[in-house]
């Protein structure tokens, strides 16, 4: 890994041919208004289901470059409509392929210091006021989309085909990809032959892209934990029984899931992110709630982790002698959880040639898979979530400020990364490789 590549380089490869300098043109002038994009998005983040003025500049922008746009595109279970966003260009015959970008935001307080950084504080479903970041880099892939879709409406002399562009709501809940397809993507759209997107990342530095054939990312499972008790007052502990002591045995206790019950061949992961329980500080509760993420890499692994949170919380409600009402719950939220991001090897092999023509092999990385979890995956799986149907390819791309990442990873540190409150990609130069890179791809599958 080279720590000083210019940020600008991932253009010097496209003046092999003359369309690549066409599209390379293109590119260069949309860059200002690109950046624009990028600013404004940063600075109005919108949580996951929640995706509407986002979307709106999509759908604005795929309008402009001639795309058929349709808004609105998804169905969550409850029956609430979805900010998914589909625009199409038909180019005489050919494959049809999906570009897929994602546009939600965290509840995190943003703390870059950026002149454009968010100051958005909006109400959580459960009544928290949070601040809202775009601390996962949504916003960088929603200007890349629309800039790789820009770019190629206007460069068409050089594939063919359709390209189907997916701007999808609620990745950070898990449940957008899905919403979209029950709402009848393949259906009203057509079924793509192949799937492609990109994902930021600090472990490079802007210039630098990689891909990762077979299994790249984690599982993960969203679970809902509730450790009842009997509430009393503080003063009298043993007139009750007490969750919030209860919940912190529990939490203690499923860290041995991974350590002790997983083959450690087997990567696994077990995260609570959130407790709650308890409204002022001498009342004992009557519960504790808990939220948590698990990652795997197998289906096995995934389920001795839900096993085991079962049988620790039956442990925990028999300790305590709590009667059969009282028993400790763990719900496993199916909506909320994905399977493992798999990349085609045939198509990533084909998308990392296309890279090294585009960008040059030194700025074209190894990666390694990562615990870390996508549902862009779903869009090529089976209804069951079985089989994985449609070849999929996506790749990561360099965020960070080269000379930064230079100097951290002398260090032997990195810099903050996504759902980090100081995560910052260096926005001129990611955007311009990240669509470079990405049209790229898409006007090679489409030769």
């Known amino acids: 890994m080279k720590p000083n590549m210019p940020a600008t380089i991932c253009l010097l490869a496209l003046a092999t041919?003359?369309?690549?300098?066409?599209?390379?043109?293109?590119?260069?002038?949309?860059?200002?208004?690109?950046?624009?994009?990028?600013?404004?998005?940063?600075?109005?983040?919108?949580?996951?289901?929640?995706?509407?003025?986002?979307?709106?500049?999509?759908?604005?922008?795929?309008?402009?470059?001639?795309?058929?746009?349709?808004?609105?595109?998804?169905?969550?279970?409850?029956?609430?409509?979805?900010?998914?966003?589909?625009?199409?260009?038909?180019?005489?015959?050919?494959?049809?392929?999906?570009?897929?970008?994602d546009m939600d935001a965290l509840p995190i307080v943003e703390e870059t210091g950026l002149a454009y950084a968010s100051r958005v504080?909006?109400?959580?479903?459960?009544?928290?006021?949070?601040?809202?970041?775009?601390?996962?880099g949504h916003d960088v892939h929603t200007t890349v989309l629309l800039g790789t879709a820009q770019a190629l409406a206007a460069t068409r002399a050089s594939w063919h085909g359709t390209v189907m562009i997916v701007g999808q709501p609620s990745e950070e809940t898990i449940d957008g990809a899905k919403a979209m397809l029950a709402d009848g993507l393949y259906e009203r759209f057509g079924r793509p032959d192949q799937i492609i997107g990109l994902h930021d990342t600090n472990t490079m530095p802007a210039g630098a892209v990689g891909i990762l054939g077979g299994f790249a990312q984690a599982s993960s499972t969203?679970?809902?934990?509730?450790?009842?008790?009997?509430?009393?007052?503080?003063?009298?502990?043993?007139l009750g029984r007490d969750p919030?002591?209860?919940?912190?045995?529990?939490?203690?206790?499923?860290?041995?899931?991974?350590?002790?019950?997983?083959?450690?061949?087997?990567?696994?992961?077990?995260?609570?992110?959130?407790?709650?329980?308890?409204?002022?500080?001498n009342i004992i509760p009557d519960e504790v709630r808990l939220e948590l993420t698990t990652r795997s890499f197998s289906d096995k692994s995934r389920q001795v982790i839900i096993d085991g949170l079962?049988?620790?919380?039956?442990?925990?409600?028999?300790?305590?002698?709590?009667?059969?009402d009282k028993a400790a719950t763990v719900t496993v939220l199916e909506d909320e959880s994905t399977p493992v991001e798999y990349n085609d090897p045939a198509l990533s092999a084909e998308v990392h040639d296309l890279l090294v023509k585009a960008l040059g092999a030194e700025h074209v990385l190894p990666v390694e898979k990562t615990m870390g979890s996508?549902?862009?995956?779903?869009?090529?799986?089976?209804?069951?979530?079985k089989r994985h149907e449609i070849p999929v390819a996506y790749f990561r791309l360099g965020a960070m400020d080269p000379q930064k990442f230079a100097a951290a990873e002398?260090?032997?540190?990195?810099?903050?990364?996504?759902?980090?409150s100081r995560f910052e990609p260096l926005a001129q130069p990611t955007l311009r490789t990240g669509v470079t890179a990405l049209t790229a791809v898409a006007a090679g599958l489409l030769q």
């Open 17 to 101: 041919a003359p369309h690549a300098q066409d599209t390379a043109a293109v590119i260069e002038r949309q860059a200002p208004a690109l950046l624009d994009t990028y600013k404004d998005l940063h600075a109005h983040p919108e949580l996951s289901h929640h995706e509407e003025r986002t979307s709106a500049v999509l759908a604005k922008g795929l309008r402009a470059a001639g795309y058929t746009v349709a808004e609105h595109v998804g169905r969550y279970p409850d029956g609430s409509r979805a900010f998914g966003v589909v625009g199409v260009l038909k180019n005489g015959p050919g494959r049809t392929l999906l570009i897929r970008g």
């Open 121 to 136: 504080v909006t109400k959580y479903p459960d009544g928290r006021e949070v601040g809202v970041m775009h601390a996962c």
């Open 222 to 238: 969203s679970i809902d934990v509730v450790i009842h008790g009997i509430g009393s007052h503080g003063s009298a502990p043993q």
């Open 244 to 281: 919030v002591t209860l919940a912190a045995y529990y939490v203690a206790q499923i860290q041995t899931i991974v350590s002790r019950e997983e083959d450690p061949q087997d990567p696994s992961v077990v995260t609570v992110g959130t407790i709650h329980g308890g409204t002022k500080r």
């Open 310 to 324: 079962k049988q620790i919380a039956a442990g925990i409600t028999a300790s305590a002698g709590l009667p059969p």
């Open 374 to 385: 996508e549902d862009v995956g779903v869009f090529g799986m089976s209804a069951d979530l």
């Open 410 to 420: 002398a260090a032997g540190k990195r810099l903050p990364g996504p759902h980090n």
